[in-house]
Every structure is written in structure tokens, then in C-alpha cells.
């Protein structure tokens, strides 16, 4: 905006002496004084006249004004970024699944009251035991795990395919000290994987968890290899087409776990991560993939970070209710969909999910529990 300032000139009169010149001397003196008086009064009848033209315009000239009528229309340019904003300031959460009508991606919930499943607006509960985790297969079945045992203490830790009939379809050899854990499931060459690791041992000398995968058709099983052991371990894991990623913790020492599967590896430097953290206030925590190995997403505090891992840039950056990465269980990454799984701080107990848009657009789902996106 701008401020425009017309100053008026001032006009100013001068007065030229002109020299007399004396009359013949055969001129009459009256005839010399009208003479003179006669030219005096035109002298001041030209006068008044070039003050009124110079001068009238101060308070007689008529000014024109143009209206823009209310119709006119007005053509505003778009500018199309690049990327998207690296700041996406949500609306306000709501407690209510209006926004669930609008997704095309249905969505599984696993909880104490049973396995839910989302769809078409709709949600139907499909096994009514308590489960602390599920997925949902293509062929309308679950690959689920009962609430796992807290401090490595014996318990159904099975494996088990939910559908018409429920059944086992990975368990431990020794339940007294083994322990199985449900990461993800995921889709490889037309085949379905199951990605769990097995711990055992629970001393300083014997205590190790190794990752494994088993094909559900041909019960093959995999290995990656050892992830936990005495004080440490890793979060629930995702994969993502070449990688699989969670979150490490090793005594007082956390940060991001990297699991390449095609010989590559990820220097979290390239993201802006830190290798490990200690001692840090808030660090930044729950590191998730997508399925695609695309889009890789964490928190930091009350922020939500996801960021493009080809060119290493942040795609959406979602500004959190304050405190609430204080609750975060886990988060799933969808397309451009995320799941946030949110616990009662006071109680332990799983809440209810929060489904958001990398726009920050956002809703409460209405079955509490651990929400996961069907594959």
C-alpha cells in the first residue's frame, strides 16, 4: 500500500515599474490624466480577470469519481508451488468421523473391545476378543496378536489369521522364554509377508530379538538379522517396498532404525537427523514409512514431519494440539493420509486413533484402539 501526496503550487504576482515618459508639450493636461486613468482601469480589469481564471480552481472545479460496482469480477492469479508448504497449520481436531466418509482407504482397529474394521463410512466389528494389533489381508482376513506381555513375562504371544475361524499361524517354541512381536504386513512379488522378531533369553549374556518375515502360503521364513538384545531393542517396525524403518533404543541412547533390504543404506545426516540421542529434552521419536518406502515420517514434539526420501525434502510439516506427542503410540503413513494411535497417559490404555491429512484436516475415529491402513 501506498500513500500519494499532491502538493499545490503557490502563485505569486510581481509588479514591474515601467518608466513615464513625458507627454508632447502641445498635449493637454486633462487629456493626460484620463489618459492615464483609462489605462489604470484596464490595467486592473486585466488583472481581476487572470486572478479569477488562475485562481478559481480552489474551490469551484467539479472533481470526477469512478464506483466499482459490487459485479465487476476480479481475476486473482494462482501460483502453483513446486513443493508443498513446509508448514501446514491443521484445523482444529473434532471428535467426529464425518471426514471418514470422504476417504476411499479403509482402516483396520485392533482393541480391547475387538477388531473393527472402517469402510464406506461404515464400521463393523469382526471379532469381539481383545487384540492389541491387526491387519487386514485381501482376502477379508486378519493377520492379529493378542495385547503382548509387559516386562518379557510369559503369555500368548501367538500369531493368529482372524477370519470364519481363528487359527494359529506362527507361535514359539518355548512360551516360558520366547516371545513373539507383530510388526507389519506387507505385499512382495504378489505375495503376502508377515514381519515379526522373536526374542529370548533375559539375561545380560543370553537376551537377543531377531527380525524375521514369513510368506503366509509357503510359511518360508526370512531373517534380517538380530535388532534387540540386553536394554535394547527397537518400536513397532514398518516396511516400505526396500526398507524397513522404526525407532531404536539402546540403554539411554535413541534415534532412527534404518533397515535396508537392497544393499543401500540411509545416513539419517541426510535428513536432518541426528545418528542417536541422549539426553535430550524432547527428541524426535516414532519414525514410520509408508508402504511405497517413499514418504518417511516422525515427531518432533508437536510437530509432525513427513519427508520425500528420494529428494530428501520435507512434503508436510503438521503442527500437533499441544502436548499430544506425549501420548503417541505409533503413527501409519498413507498416500497422503496418517494415522496417529494416542494411549491414556494416566491409565495406559490405547484411545481413540486420529486420522490427518497433510493439509492438517483431521477427525477422531470413534473405536479406540491401534488403527493400521489396510494394504
Known sequence: MSNDGIEPDDLWAQTTAVPVTPPPSGTPTR?????????????????????????????????????????????????????????????????????????????????????????DSKTTLVDSQSWDLAFRLPDGTFIAQHAPTEYQQPGDTNIYRVGATTSVVQSVANPANELLRLHDVYTESGSTFVLYSLSSGSGLEDAQEELLAF???????????????????????????????????????TGPFFLHLDGYTTNPNDFGLADSYSDCSVCPSQFTIDPSGQRLAWIEADLLVVLDRTSATRIAEIRLPQGLYLTIDS?????????????????????????????????????????????
Do not use: C
Not at 460496482?69 to 494462482?78: D, F
Not at 490404555?349 to 492438517?360: A, V
Not at 473405536?367 to 494394504?375: L, M, P, R, S, V
Open 31 to 119: 487629456q493626460l490624466v484620463v489618459i492615464g486613468t483609462s489605462a489604470f482601469v484596464v490595467m486592473l480589469i486585466i488583472g481581476l480577470i487572470l486572478t479569477l481564471s488562475l485562481g478559481g480552481n480552489d474551490s469551484n472545479t467539479a472533481v470526477a469519481t469512478t464506483s466499482t460496482s459490487p459485479s465487476t469480477s476480479v481475476v486473482t492469479s494462482t501460483i502453483q508451488p513446486s513443493v508443498l508448504p513446509t508448514t501446514l497449520v491443521p484445523t482444529t481436531i473434532q471428535d467426529t468421523t464425518t471426514v471418514v466418509a470422504s476417504i476411499n482407504h479403509p482402516i483396520t482397529i485392533a482393541g480391547s473391545q475387538g477388531i473393527s474394521h472402517i469402510a
Open 215 to 253: 510368506e503366509l502360503n509357503t510359511g518360508l521364513t526370512t531373517s534380517f538379522g538380530m535388532i534387540g538384545g540386553w536394554e535394547s531393542g527397537t518400536s513397532r517396525l514398518t516396511f516400505g517396498s526396500n526398507i524397513i524403518v522404526g525407532q531404536f533404543f539402546a540403554e539411554a541412547d
Open 331 to 375: 503413527i501409519e503413513v498413507f498416500g497422503d493420509l496418517i494415522l496417529i494411535n494416542v494411549y491414556d497417559s494416566n491409565t495406559g490404555t490405547m484411545g481413540k486413533p486420529i486420522l490427518m491429512s497433510f493439509n492438517g484436516n483431521s477427525t477422531i475415529l470413534q473405536t479406540t484402539g491401534t488403527a493400521t491402513f489396510d494394504q
